[in-house]
C-alpha cells in the first residue's frame, strides 16, 4: 500500500519561511514526477510547484523566487522550501506524486494534506 506522508506544516507570521516535507512509503519500484498543490477555503486546489525525477522544476507564477521544491530519491521524499510567506499563502498543502508499486503499477497518489497558516 502506498502512503504519501506530509508534515512542516503549521502557523508563521507573514515573511516567514516553513519548510514542508513528503515521504512516500510502501512495496514501491520508482518515483516519477512529485509535486504540492494546496487549496485555500472557498478555492479550487492550484498547483504550486512540480519536479521531475531528474530535477527539472516548474512553478506557478504566485510563488516564484519564493518557494523552492526539491527532492531527495534516495529517501523517497519531496520537499517545498517556502519563504517570504504571505497572508494568500494560508492553505491545506498537499502533497502528489507519481509512484509505481509493485501490486497495482504506476498510478498518482495523494497525501493526507498539512495546514499552513500566515497570520500576525
Known amino acids: 500500500q502506498v502512503q504519501l506522508v506530509e508534515s512542516g506544516g503549521g502557523l508563521v507570521q507573514p515573511g516567514g519561511s516553513l519548510r514542508l516535507s513528503c515521504a512516500v512509503s510502501g512495496r514501491i519500484y520508482s518515483i516519477n514526477d512529485m509535486g504540492w498543490y494546496r487549496q485555500a477555503p472557498g478555492k479550487e486546489r492550484e498547483s504550486v510547484a512540480r519536479?521531475?525525477?531528474?530535477?527539472?522544476?516548474s512553478y506557478a507564477d504566485s510563488v516564484k523566487d519564493r518557494f523552492t521544491v526539491s527532492r531527495d530519491n534516495a529517501k523517497n521524499t519531496v520537499y517545498l522550501q517556502m519563504n517570504s510567506l504571505k497572508p494568500e499563502d494560508t492553505a491545506v498543502y498537499y502533497c502528489n506524486a507519481d509512484v509505481g508499486a509493485y501490486a497495482t503499477g504506476m498510478r498518482n497518489y495523494w497525501g493526507q494534506g498539512t495546514q499552513v497558516t500566515v497570520s500576525s
Open positions: 519536479i521531475t525525477r531528474g530535477g527539472s522544476t
